[in-house]
């Protein structure tokens, strides 16, 4: 067995996600408020600024998703809404919906960067497009609302025929379209009062969204593509200076994560540096401009139903989390 794959249960560090989620929650709000106030030009360099809080923000909700944000379910969920609202989505569509993820990456549905003969081709184009140039992130705050409360449509035949989509919605049961709906009416409470009390602005809030969007979606597939068709394989280690490194929270170390999708964030270098060496991540992004590339190779089976530890996933069920 390769020694990245042998089983490990490395602690969560429950305190300092806590501390993390916070910073950035009061962070996010400070500059959102800020961006309200300012002349547009100091909007946009605060938009910058908070562009990459929202990556952290990103990356707090994703160690959420997989119940290692904190040891105790409960707390661990409750984090995760937090880290929703600035987001601003349902933080349990996209615990769903990363699942899926985990299931179906590098299979056909989420084949974006690679083309069969017969599929069509300006449509991969645009589909891969969109992933850069940000505006997969619009998705993301409107795909809650079409989930919660406009489910049929996503069950219509456009839809379901579409290779990326027809996997992506099927996991969602009563219970969990249920506290979408709770999560998608908080979002617009939280946000409805300052906005009506001139606190926050809409159209800068926007802004600072669009820009956070932007930076985010630009990254969304730049760990995956040209990666081995392989689900649990098909992902990079990618190299990037130690800044970057903390604003992602390590998630450049993208392979060691899906080969132990419940280790902590804190943890992943020191796995990653046992699995394929970093690629330069400059390299890597580049070349994703030159556009989607014929496939070359087969395409994996979906993973089965994946084990829930923690109020997250794990793909393998010896990987045990530890407590802090």
């Known amino acids: 067995m390769n020694s990245c794959a042998r089983r490990h249960g490395p602690a969560i560090p429950s305190r300092l996600n806590v501390t993390l989620v916070l910073a950035v929650l009061v962070t996010q709000v400070a500059l959102l408020g800020a961006a309200s106030h300012l002349p547009l030009g100091w909007a946009m360099v605060t938009g910058v600024v908070f562009s990459f809080v929202f990556l952290t923000n990103y990356a707090l909700m994703h160690e959420a998703s997989h119940g290692a944000l904190h040891h105790r379910p409960s707390v661990n969920r409750a984090l995760g809404l937090l880290t929703g609202l600035t987001f601003p989505t349902s933080a349990t569509m996209m615990r769903v919906t990363h699942i899926v993820h985990h299931r179906c990456n590098r299979t056909d549905h989420e084949m974006f960067d690679c083309y069969y003969a017969d599929d069509r081709r300006w449509l991969k184009r645009a589909q891969w497009y969109a992933i850069l140039t940000g505006l997969f992130y619009l998705v993301i705050p409107l795909g809650a609302f079409v989930v919660g409360f406009l489910r049929p449509l996503l069950l219509t035949r456009p839809f379901k025929q579409a290779r990326s989509a027809r996997a992506l919605f099927d996991d969602f049961d009563r219970s969990t379209l249920a506290l979408v709906r709770i999560e998608c009416v908080v979002l617009v409470a939280v946000y409805a009062l300052p906005f009506s009390l001139g606190w926050l602005d809409p159209w800068r809030c926007a802004l600072l969204f669009a820009l956070g969007g932007f930076n985010w979606s630009t990254r969304q597939y730049v760990t995956h593509a040209w990666s ?97």
């Open 228 to 324: 081995p068709r392989r689900v649990r394989d098909g992902a990079h280690n990618l190299a990037v200076g130690p800044l970057m490194g903390a604003i992602l929270l390590n998630g450049q170390w993208d392979l060691a994560h899906h080969r132990f999708p419940t280790v902590s964030w804190l943890h992943l270098p020191r796995l990653g540096r046992r699995c394929r060496t970093p690629i330069p991540f400059w390299r890597q992004y580049l070349s994703l401009w030159a556009g989607p590339r014929p496939a070359s190779e087969p395409a994996p089976a979906v993973m089965p139903q994946l084990q829930v530890v923690a109020g997250g996933l794990a793909t393998d069920p010896g990987i045990g989390i530890a407590r802090r």
